[in-house]
C-alpha cells in the first residue's frame, strides 16, 4: 500500500508539473539544467505542500476538534493557495 500511494503521489505531482509548466505559469525555462532545477523545486515544495497539510490537519483536528470533514475543507483551501503561491513565486518565476 505505502509503495502504491507513493507511486501515485509522484505521477501525480509529475503531471502538475507538466501541466502547470505548459499551460498554467508558460514556462520559458530550456535546457536540461534549468528544466531539472524547475522540476527539483517543484516536486520539493509540493512535498512541503504535503507536509502543511498533515499538520493542518492535525491541528484542526486533534487539537481545535473540527469535524473530519470541515477540517480537510478547510486544509485543502490552504493547500491550493500555497501552491499557487510557491508556483508563481518560487518555481515559474520568469
Given at each position: 500500500?505505502?509503495?502504491?500511494?507513493?507511486?501515485?503521489?509522484?505521477?501525480?505531482?509529475?503531471?502538475?508539473?507538466?501541466?502547470?509548466?505548459?499551460?498554467?505559469?508558460?514556462?520559458?525555462?530550456?535546457?536540461?539544467?534549468?528544466?531539472?532545477?524547475?522540476?527539483?523545486?517543484?516536486?520539493?515544495?509540493?512535498?512541503?505542500?504535503?507536509?502543511?497539510?498533515m499538520l493542518s490537519m492535525l491541528?484542526?483536528?486533534?487539537?481545535?476538534?473540527?469535524?473530519?470533514f470541515y477540517a480537510k475543507l478547510?486544509?485543502?483551501?490552504?493547500?491550493?493557495?500555497?501552491?499557487?503561491?510557491?508556483?508563481?513565486?518560487?518555481?515559474?518565476?520568469?
Amino acid at each position: 500500500m505505502i509503495i502504491a500511494n507513493s507511486f501515485s503521489w509522484l505521477l501525480s505531482v509529475l503531471f502538475a508539473y507538466v501541466t502547470n509548466r505548459i499551460f498554467v505559469f508558460k514556462s520559458k525555462a530550456i535546457g536540461g539544467k534549468q528544466i531539472t532545477f524547475e522540476l527539483v523545486k517543484f516536486v520539493f515544495y509540493r512535498g512541503l505542500s504535503f507536509v502543511l497539510d498533515m499538520l493542518s490537519m492535525l491541528l484542526l483536528i486533534e487539537i481545535l476538534h473540527f469535524h473530519d470533514f470541515y477540517a480537510k475543507l478547510i486544509t485543502q483551501v490552504i493547500i491550493v493557495v500555497a501552491n499557487f503561491l510557491f508556483s508563481k513565486w518560487l518555481i515559474f518565476k520568469n
